[in-house]
């Protein structure tokens, strides 16, 4: 899924944004870990840095969303002390059924995406988890793969 959605990381430089380079789903350059995260944003060379990964939890029980949140954050913290430059650990996280969890609101303020833009991807992640679930059910209820 996370090669579906697209984050508008503003990168040119105005108020505001930040300029950055970003890697999406490769393993970082001179870690000998297989740890591939979903986004990398390096704000320059000496940092900081911003590791995210995108999940898509099922909306089983109340606190599924957080859970998600918190195995996502803890998954990273040795490739963060290996960068040796300031690193954020977060998560995206859009339930299965298009659920969008408030947190991420506050992840996204800290990429600097702009308000008009979080709304748009909040309805583009939504939209791509449940069509990924759907298709995932389908499958699994028909044994006919539906990709």
Known sequence: MSSTIVLPIPTDGRRGTMKSKQLVDRRISGDESLLRPDLLISEGP???MHILDITVPLE???????VARETKRWKYPDLAERLRV???LDAIVVGALGTWDPENDNVLQRLRIPKRKMTTLQHQAA????KWFRDIYVEHVTGVRQY
């Open 46 to 48: 000496n940092g900081p």
């Open 60 to 66: 089983n029980r109340p606190d599924a969303l957080k």
């Open 86 to 88: 300031e690193v954020s």
């Open 127 to 130: 939209s791509a988890a449940i």
